[in-house]
């Protein structure tokens, strides 16, 4: 039962960590963060963890189960209340750095415990159950944010849900672990179990131990486990683990922005990467305990871990299927199951070797070590990878609204000129060209600009000279005798003979006088057409075109100075109308962030690919370390190794009989 609580509660305060995990591109758009100060934050964030798995070596002196309570109350407080109340990103963070510190003391507490609830044959299994506790807490995050998250998301602040979820189950768990978790008695714990026959001996000797006996194990722990079977073995999984803790902080990230995933289908994924992990954790464990032995199976694994991240990372750049990732992910995270499991017990019974009593001790040398790294990966992520801020940042609404909007921007791409063309021209001027019907618009365009211009200019000239045309006609085929008439200021002076040739001239009888009585009357307006004659020659040829605008004159006024950009337009007046439609918003964000969102998305691939490389190297630096662990390659060797431990205790009993 303890050993089921202590799983359970290692599971849920690594939910409660991984859980921001699953809304990261969510969060960092609105609590305005750069993914260089997410990176640093979640670096510093495991530096803070670091030096809580140190101090958590004090559970060798004060106890495991207190720590693991304590920090399931505290988590779940944070993650419940705390942290989705946050609004910006420095209160936001420094409330995660509270987290991370206390998972940190977990990260060893519950290790040693599990220690403490298990003997030696049976420690591949229990740490194949503790070590499920991390992936099935990535496991719960993805499925959680997988069914709860939806395709698309509208809501600025939806990214606190998935804490608030978290944050009650953290409190249920926490108060489970307070009524319920207990643990062993220093004399019990500090001793070394190989198998469940040594429980009589070791309960045996610890009621032979005294205070000093204890004090004089627990004496300078440092010193006794800083060996390098150890540190290098600390480093090196750390090192295998880049890629896991990849997975943890940034795989929403990279499947989002590499491949185009939602946020959704990022942590569906996880499902996959995380579910096998678990299988292989646990299936492993039970493996390793039959066959007794660990490093075959870190070498399997190791190596199938190695493989698929080869294929797993050349697939960035190109456009691979969900299924074919699942799948990558799938045997990937098999393989570090398969390595890590078996891994996990090992070191422990590397650290019994040296001091059964400093389990806690060689599990935060292991921690501290594990967090520096994970430390030191985060720093170096961002300088690696530096094209995410502009791709969370802006690459969803680029994408959103160049697909949205894609038939107007392809138009504005292909017609800059119409664009500037309709930009310049006001929407009251355009309002205006709309208004007047098309044959109006189509004579207008016949009309040279020139003639327009003269025809404007004598306007009233032209309807002069249609008023008066009959009296111009007589004028124009008799202009010696009008000279002569001219010449006579006074009508009254005409000699009768003159005259009455100029009524002659005009049609004669009362025709000719109403004639010469109308030019008589408008001797000024009929002598301004004639001293236009010359100009309204040049519009004479326009005349049908002139009298169809003349209704229209004071809107083509209006319009005149942009008749160039009009015309320009003209074609294309559906493709603008679609163009005017378009949010005023889109062109100048597509204009500020686009270019960058474009420069991003072409390096991102080749960036991963080398950090994926990297991680490749920290997997081969692990197999090449395993021969520093104990245990045995061959299972017959461990078996013969047990039935002499074995033999050693049954002397060991009957010593203890005989001296009772």
């Known amino acids: 039962m303890y050993l089921a609580i202590t799983v359970?509660?290692?599971?849920?305060?690594?939910?409660?960590?991984?859980?921001?995990?699953?809304?990261?591109?969510?969060?960092?758009?609105?609590?305005?963060?750069?993914?260089?100060?997410?990176?640093?934050?979640?670096?510093?964030?495991?530096?803070?963890?670091?030096?809580?798995?140190?101090?958590a070596g004090l559970g060798d002196r004060f106890g495991r189960a207190n720590m693991v309570v304590f920090g399931l109350f505290f988590t779940g407080i944070f993650t419940l209340f705390v942290i989705p109340a946050m609004t910006s990103k420095w209160p936001f963070t420094i409330s995660t750095f509270v987290v991370s510190f206390v998972e940190g003391v977990c990260l060893v507490a519950t290790p040693a415990l599990i220690r403490d609830f298990s003997p030696q044959v049976g420690r591949a299994t229990a740490m194949g159950f503790w070590t499920s506790g991390p992936v099935v807490g990535s496991l719960i995050v993805a499925v959680v944010g997988s069914a709860t998250i939806p395709a698309v998301v509208t809501n600025p602040r939806f990214?606190?849900?998935?804490?608030?979820?978290?944050?009650?189950?953290?409190?249920?768990?926490?108060?489970?672990?307070?009524?319920?978790?207990?643990?062993l008695s220093p004399a019990l714990r500090d001793q070394l179990m190989v198998t469940l026959h040594d429980r009589a001996?070791?309960?045996?000797?610890?009621?032979?131990?005294?205070?000093?006996?204890?004090?004089?194990?627990?004496?300078?722990?440092?010193?006794?486990?800083?060996?390098?079977?150890?540190?290098?073995?600390a480093i090196a999984v750390s090192i295998m683990l880049l890629i896991y803790y990849t997975a943890v902080g940034f795989a929403v990230i990279y499947l989002t922005t590499v491949f185009g995933f939602s946020?959704?289908?990022?942590?569906?994924?996880?499902?996959?990467?995380?579910?096998?992990?678990?299988?292989?954790?646990?299936?492993?464990?039970?493996?390793?305990?039959?066959?007794?032995?660990?490093?075959?199976?870190m070498v399997f694994g190791g190596v199938l871990a190695a493989v698929m991240t080869v294929i797993y990372l050349e697939q960035a750049g190109h456009h691979p299927g969900y299924y074919t990732l699942a799948i990558m992910l799938a045997l990937l995270a098999f393989g570090l199951g398969i390595a890590y499991t078996p891994w996990m017990a090992s070191y422990t019974e590397t650290v019994e070797a040296r001091n059964p009593a400093l389990t806690a001790t060689g599990l935060a040398i292991w921690g501290w070590i594990i967090r520096i790294v994970v430390f030191l990966a985060y720093l170096l992520i961002p300088v690696v990878i530096n094209t995410v801020t502009?791709?969370?940042?802006?690459?969803?609404?680029?994408?959103?609204?160049?697909?949205?909007?894609?038939?107007?921007?392809?138009?504005?791409?292909?017609?800059?000129?119409?664009?500037?063309?309709?930009?310049?021209?006001?929407?009251?001027?355009?309002?205006?060209?709309?208004?007047?019907?098309?044959?109006?618009?189509?004579?207008?365009?016949?009309?040279?600009?020139?003639?327009?211009?003269?025809?404007?200019?004598?306007?009233?000239?032209?309807?002069?000279?249609?008023?008066?045309?009959?009296?111009?006609?007589?004028?124009?085929?008799?202009?010696?005798?009008?000279?002569?008439?001219?010449?006579?200021?006074?009508?009254?002076?005409?000699?009768p003979a003159l005259l009455?040739?100029?009524?002659?001239?005009?049609?004669?009888?009362?025709?000719?006088?109403?004639?010469?009585?109308?030019?008589?009357?408008?001797?000024?307006?009929?002598?301004?057409?004639?001293?236009?004659?010359?100009?309204?020659?040049?519009?004479?040829?326009?005349?049908?075109?002139?009298?169809?605008?003349?209704?229209?004159?004071?809107?083509?006024?209006?319009?005149?100075?942009?008749?160039?950009?009009?015309?320009?337009?003209?074609?294309?007046?559906?493709?603008?109308?679609?163009?005017?439609?378009?949010?005023?918003?889109?062109?100048?964000?597509?204009?500020?962030?686009?270019?960058?969102?474009?420069?991003?998305?072409?390096?991102?691939?080749?960036?991963?690919?080398?950090?994926y490389w990297i991680c490749f190297g920290g997997i081969i630096v692990f197999l090449l370390s395993i021969p520093l662990l104990r245990g045995r390659w061959r299972p017959r060797d461990a078996k013969r190794d047990e039935a002499e431990h074995e033999a050693m205790v049954d002397a060991e009993l009957a010593k203890l009989k005989a001296s009772a």
């Open 390 to 495: 502009p791709l969370v940042n802006y690459g969803s609404t680029v994408q959103t609204y160049a697909t949205t909007y894609s038939s107007e921007i392809a138009f504005a791409t292909a017609h800059p000129d119409v664009v500037a063309a309709a930009q310049k021209v006001p929407p009251s001027v355009i309002a205006t060209a709309q208004s007047i019907p098309p044959n109006v618009l189509a004579a207008a365009q016949q009309i040279p600009p020139t003639v327009l211009a003269t025809a404007q200019a004598n306007a009233t000239q032209l309807a002069n000279a249609q008023k008066f045309a009959p009296e111009l006609r007589v004028i124009q085929a008799n202009p010696a005798l009008f000279t002569k008439l001219a010449s006579y200021s006074n009508p009254a002076t005409i000699p």
């Open 159 to 183: 990214w606190t849900h998935e804490f608030i979820i978290c944050g009650i189950v953290g409190l249920i768990v926490w108060v489970i672990a307070f009524f319920l978790l207990r643990e």
């Open 8 to 55: 359970l509660a290692t599971i849920t305060l690594y939910y409660e960590l991984y859980v921001g995990g699953s809304v990261t591109t969510l969060y960092l758009v609105n609590l305005h963060m750069s993914f260089t100060f997410f990176s640093l934050t979640v670096a510093f964030g495991a530096l803070i963890g670091a030096f809580g798995s140190l101090g």
């Open 263 to 297: 946020v959704k289908n990022a942590n569906g994924l996880g499902n996959w990467n995380w579910g096998f992990n678990v299988i292989a954790v646990i299936l492993v464990g039970f493996i390793s305990d039959y066959f007794r032995v660990r490093k075959p199976f």
């Open 500 to 611: 009455a040739q100029a009524i002659k001239a005009a049609g004669g009888g009362a025709q000719g006088i109403k004639i010469l009585t109308t030019i008589s009357a408008n001797k000024a307006a009929i002598a301004g057409v004639i001293a236009a004659a010359p100009a309204l020659q040049t519009v004479a040829p326009y005349a049908t075109q002139l009298q169809t605008i003349a209704p229209y004159s004071t809107q083509l006024t209006t319009i005149a100075p942009y008749s160039a950009d009009l015309a320009k337009m003209a074609p294309y007046s559906a493709q603008l109308t679609a163009l005017s439609k378009v949010p005023p918003g889109v062109f100048p964000y597509l204009q500020a962030h686009a270019a960058a969102v474009q420069q991003a998305a072409a390096k991102t691939a080749s960036q991963w690919k080398t950090w």
């Open 201 to 233: 001996l070791i309960e045996a000797k610890a009621k032979g131990l005294s205070e000093s006996d204890i004090e004089a194990a627990l004496r300078r722990p440092f010193q006794q486990l800083l060996k390098p079977d150890i540190i290098i073995s």
